[in-house]
């Protein structure tokens, strides 16, 4: 421990801002970039807040007998804008982005999780309750499966 502090010490101050308070936007795909940047842009926008993306990317693989799919998951939940404490969230969630080939899709969501159930990876989507035909604070959730090239779920068409 005493080694980093004296690494950490020697580094100049701008060095060490640029380490831990870097707001630079990483994403795998251009969409998943896309998102970002609006979601800075909105920050930005607001009493010049600066926004941070957290840990809000992630690749995924979804799959079932019927095939196999790289996706990128981009969870708003995940970022914080200096100048609004509730920017990318509501009482109903998050905003949940999932990038499939150039797709994007996207769910307003309490969470996420990626299950495995015997061959298949599926995608299961926090939700609030009222997409279930519920009242908002009731649990429900959704869950999307890659199948012969598309998502399937039986979700809720109210979206």
């Known amino acids: 421990m005493k080694?980093?502090?004296?690494?950490?010490?020697?580094l100049p101050a701008s060095m060490l801002a640029a380490m831990f308070y870097a707001t630079?936007?990483?994403?795998?795909?251009?969409?998943?970039?896309?998102?970002?940047?609006?979601a800075a842009?909105?920050?930005?926008?607001?009493?010049?807040?600066?926004?941070d993306q957290?840990?809000?990317?992630?690749?995924?693989?979804?799959?079932?007998?019927?095939g196999t799919a790289k996706a990128e998951?981009?969870?708003?939940?995940?970022?914080?804008?200096?100048?609004a404490a509730s920017m990318y969230c509501g009482t109903g969630g998050c905003m949940?982005?999932?990038?499939?080939?150039?797709?994007?899709?996207s769910w307003q969501a309490t969470g996420w999780r990626l299950i495995d159930w015997g061959p298949d990876r599926i995608l299961l989507i926090g939700r609030d309750g009222g997409w279930c035909g519920g009242a908002g604070a009731e649990v429900c959730y959704e869950a999307l499966v890659w199948s012969n090239g598309k998502i399937l779920t039986v979700g809720s068409s109210q979206e």
């Open 41 to 51: 842009a909105d920050c930005k926008d607001f009493e010049n807040g600066e926004f």
């Open 73 to 83: 998951l981009v969870d708003e939940s995940q970022y914080s804008c200096s100048s």
């Open 24 to 38: 630079t936007v990483f994403a795998a795909s251009k969409e998943a970039q896309q998102i970002i940047e609006r």
């Open 96 to 105: 949940l982005n999932l990038i499939v080939d150039g797709e994007t899709m």
């Open 54 to 66: 957290g840990d809000a990317v992630t690749e995924i693989e979804l799959r079932s007998q019927f």
């Open 3 to 10: 080694r980093a502090k004296s690494l950490f010490a020697a």
